[in-house]
């Protein structure tokens, strides 16, 4: 345990426990604070969005997919990281165009450590901190 407080809030988007879970002891063991949902609904409802610095979302979920999310996301939060997760490669080319590098893609199952440098790698960029 470490006695300085928790890293940046990330939130969690999937509608597969597992994959929040093991997503949830992923980004804690690099000090996150993390916020888990299991629909995009969930998240937009909680009233979180304002307070997160990264956003972990699956695109293939139930009633609002990822896309939806993401375009919400980006109009209220422009500058918000964002990481896309899929088990649905060929899904991808529904991306919205909302612009270059503001997220990044990840193929399930993925790397657990090329997934929290990409985190890194995105809160770096929109908000410089130094260490």
Partial sequence: MTDHPPGFIIAVVDDDQRILESLEDLLESADHSVR????????LESGCLAKIDCLISDIDMPVMDGFELLRVVHA??????IIV????PDMLNRLPPIGPGHYRVFK???NGQELLTAV?????NPHPRTS
């Fill in 36 to 43: 888990l949902f299991a629909s995009a609904t969930a998240l």
């Fill in 76 to 81: 209220a939060r422009p500058g918000l990281p």
């Fill in 85 to 88: 997760i899929t088990g649905h």
């Fill in 108 to 110: 399930k199952p993925f």
């Fill in 120 to 124: 890194s790698d995105a809160l770096r």
